[in-house]
């Protein structure tokens, strides 16, 4: 299964700023997502990460909110922008191929001040 | 959109009991995966049932899949405490995207 490299794994931000995130798989995947989790609950996706083109997003997420990039099958970025505390959360990538189960990255624990 | 419910949200056992989580949906599933995420980490999958009545086994661990494939369950044979953490099971749709249960958090007292 594939390894993900997920930057930075934690972060403070001040509020109205931006934060990007980056996952880097070794190997060419089809699928990545980007997921959002509060402590001690499920997980909320996002978006799919779409090589090429727009993220494919969620209802309740926008992309002026969460611009995502994978301009590879190796690669993608969320930001988080104009951050607010509410955005306080672990943020996690996840990719591999449709039915054999994806891997996630070990998340970006964000604090929003 | 579709949902997959899990029971029960909690569960505290002692060490070598048994420990069984369920997971249901009200329409067919096209397959049911199964995750598990250790305090402070992320997830990690585990296995995926696509057939009808599928059992499959990885050591203690007993994965099974309904008749009707509206629900699926994990079973843990004689808890360990390197078997706390929270399982969750998880649709994986025709879009290639996940849809995740709420999860049930095991706690193992040694």
């Known amino acids: 299964s594939a390894v993900i490299s997920q930057k930075p794994s934690r972060d403070i931000c001040q509020r109205g700023t931006s934060l990007t995130i980056q996952c880097q798989v070794d190997?060419?995947?089809?699928?990545m997502f980007w997921y959002r989790q509060q402590p001690g609950q499920s997980l909320t996706l996002i978006a799919t990460?779409?090589?090429?083109?727009?993220?494919?997003?969620e209802s309740g997420f926008v992309i002026d909110k969460f611009p995502i990039s994978r301009p590879n099958l190796t690669f993608s970025t969320l930001t988080v922008s104009n951050m607010s505390p509410e955005d306080s959360s672990i943020y996690l990538c996840s990719a591999g191929q449709p039915n054999y189960g994806y891997t996630f990255g070990s998340g970006t624990r964000l604090t929003v001040v | 959109g579709q949902q997959v419910m899990q029971i029960p949200q909690y569960q505290h056992v002692q060490e070598g009991e048994d420990f069984t989580t369920y997971c249901n949906s009200s329409?067919?599933?096209?397959?049911i995966q199964w995750y598990k995420q250790r305090p402070g980490g992320h997830p990690v999958f585990l296995i995926q049932l696509v057939k009808s009545g599928e059992v499959k086994k990885q050591k203690r661990l007993t994965f099974q899949f309904g008749e009707a494939k509206k629900n699926s369950s994990l079973h843990i044979t004689a808890t360990q405490t390197t078997d706390v953490g929270t399982y969750f099971c998880a649709e994986n749709t025709n879009a290639g995207k996940s849809t995740f249960g709420d999860g049930t958090t095991l706690t193992v007292k040694p």
């Open positions: 190997s060419q995947v089809t699928m």
């Open positions: 329409t067919t599933l096209s397959n």
């Open positions: 990460a779409n090589q090429g083109s727009e993220a494919t997003y």
